[in-house]
């Protein structure tokens, strides 16, 4: 199993952009970046409160669990 954030999906469904989530979490690009293609290990408390509130859902939306491709080698 992995945990990955929503946040694409989450502005997609709000029609936001993501220079605009950039612009209010007030954050440099490459960390936003990497944070909303989850090309990061942690995100920090703060963030996700942040991330929360801009988009006005609970700490529940912005994760997912997907399932890990099974490896079928022998």
């Known amino acids: ?6 946040i694409k999906e ?3 469904e709000r029609g936001k952009s993501n220079y605009w ?14 944070i909303v293609t989850n090309k990061t290990s942690a ?3 703060d963030t996700m409160e942040r991330l929360c509130e801009i988009l006005e859902i609970p ?3 912005l994760f997912e669990e997907i399932d890990d491709p099974i490896d079928t080698e022998p």
Do not use: K
């Not at 199993?1 to 929503?6: F, K, Q, V, W």
């Not at 989530?21 to 990497?34: A, D, P, T, V």
């Open 21 to 34: 989530l950039s612009q209010q979490l007030g954050m440099c690009y490459r960390n936003y970046h990497n």
């Open 43 to 45: 995100i920090r408390f």
């Open 59 to 61: 700490v529940a939306e």
């Open 1 to 6: 199993m992995t945990i990955r954030l929503r």
């Open 10 to 12: 989450i502005l997609e």
